[in-house]
């Protein structure tokens, strides 16, 4: 059997590798490496598939959350309400640019922001929620979008982690995650389900007048050339990474359909497992597993890493330590007792390799290893 790994983009490169090599090779040629046709090309892709008016491309996921910060005219000391439970970058963008993170905890159900926590958070300085869509499920944006409205707030989307996946509306009616807050942020970090060789991230919005105040942010500030309206930065996409991109953008479906089939199968192997809880499944949200994270229940946590890297199989925790309890975000302000969901999660949840090369043989292996080992710790 080959190499287990969290992740396999050397097979996945390989399938496609022959149309690759020549948009690499074709963008070379061109020695348009910056906005060249590449960049348009995708973007106007993107916005296909995701059902949006405009997407502006940048260099990296947490980027896109900046320049949409910095987009959305807020002023120092304004709060913005986020996850605990996450990736920094959420935080790390809100305290960088002067603004408060507002961290509240996360639903059991599916780990993303709780909405009844965010209402609770609300002060007067209340500007924005940053809500993540984390693993590949969404968060609950309609009550999400509802408080928003009644508080007047900005809502922007950190979908990530869940490119491609598709929020349910309680009438039935689907749109892309990150398709449905006043801007949305994703990255294609190469082990993202839609990445890159490199360093890449987009932004969406159906705002005209946000979008053309994003794609001037994220270009120094200036719709003419040498002309700055806005204090922007420099966060392109660059040319050969769009080249990359739009050839993959094709496959997403089909990456997407190959985790979810990997995650059934862990289903089925550990669902009669009293020590472990599978992934639920939300109504609101389909699942395209970013993550396969399981909740331990009375077990060593370490000690099962342990034992399963003794058979070569890789696992991980995402994440060891909430936000609030990060030396860089702790402040007085926040209770232990307001995080109990978040700190528990991080004290349980372990991820096992998820991606598009996922062999039938490596799940099995994978799944009778981790039975065995708990059964006997
Ligand atoms: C990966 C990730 C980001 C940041 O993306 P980069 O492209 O690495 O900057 C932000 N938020 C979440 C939830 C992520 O998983």
Aim: aromatic share 8%; proline share 4%.
């Amino acid at each position: 059997m080959d190499e287990i790994r969290m992740v396999d983009l050397r097979g996945q490169y390989e399938k496609i590798s022959k149309e690759i090599d020549l948009a690499i090779k074709e963008v070379l040629l061109s020695t348009s490496f910056i906005n060249g046709p590449a960049v348009s090309e995708f973007t106007a892709a993107l916005e296909t598939y995701m059902g949006v008016k405009h997407v502006i491309p940048c260099a990296n996921g947490t980027d896109a959350l900046q320049v949409a910060l910095m987009a959305s005219g807020l002023q120092p000391g304004d709060e913005v309400i986020t996850a605990d439970f996450t990736f920094v970058a959420t935080a790390e963008t809100i305290a960088l640019l002067g603004l408060k993170p507002k961290l509240v905890d996360v639903c059991p159900a599916n780990f993303t922001i709780d909405p009844v926590e965010i209402e609770k958070a609300i002060t007067s300085k209340t500007k924005a929620i940053i809500p993540v869509h984390l693993y590949g499920q969404c968060a609950k944006m309609e009550e999400i979008l509802a408080i928003a409205r009644k508080h007047n707030l900005i809502v922007i989307e950190d979908s990530a982690q869940a490119m491609g996946a598709d929020y349910i509306f309680k009438n039935g009616d689907r749109k892309k995650a990150g398709s449905l807050g006043d801007i949305g942020c994703t990255s294609f970090f190469p082990s993202k389900n839609l990445g890159a060789y490199g360093d890449a991230g987009a932004i969406f919005t159906n705002d005209d007048i946000l979008a053309e105040k994003l794609r001037s942010i994220v270009n120094h500030g200036m719709k003419v050339r040498y002309y700055h309206d806005y204090v922007g930065v420099n966060s392109r996409l660059d040319s050969i990474q769009a080249a990359i991109l739009k050839i993959k953008l094709k496959h997403l479906d089909s990456y997407n359909l190959a985790r979810q089939k990997a995650a059934a199968t862990y289903d089925n192997a550990f669902s009669a497992e009293k020590c472990l809880t599978i992934p639920e499944r939300v109504s609101w949200s389909n699942h395209i597993f970013h993550q396969y994270t399981l909740k331990t229940i009375g077990v060593d946590r370490d000690l099962l890493i342990d034992k399963l890297k003794q058979k070569s199989i890789p696992a991980m925790i995402y994440y060891p330590v909430p936000l609030h309890k990060q030396k860089a975000y702790a402040s007085n302000d926040y209770a232990e007792k307001n995080f109990a969901i978040s700190n528990a999660l991080c004290n349980s949840v372990i991820s096992l390799p998820i991606h598009t090369e996922l062999p039938q043989e490596q799940i099995d292996y994978i799944s009778q290893n981790l039975i065995e080992i708990i059964q006997k710790i």
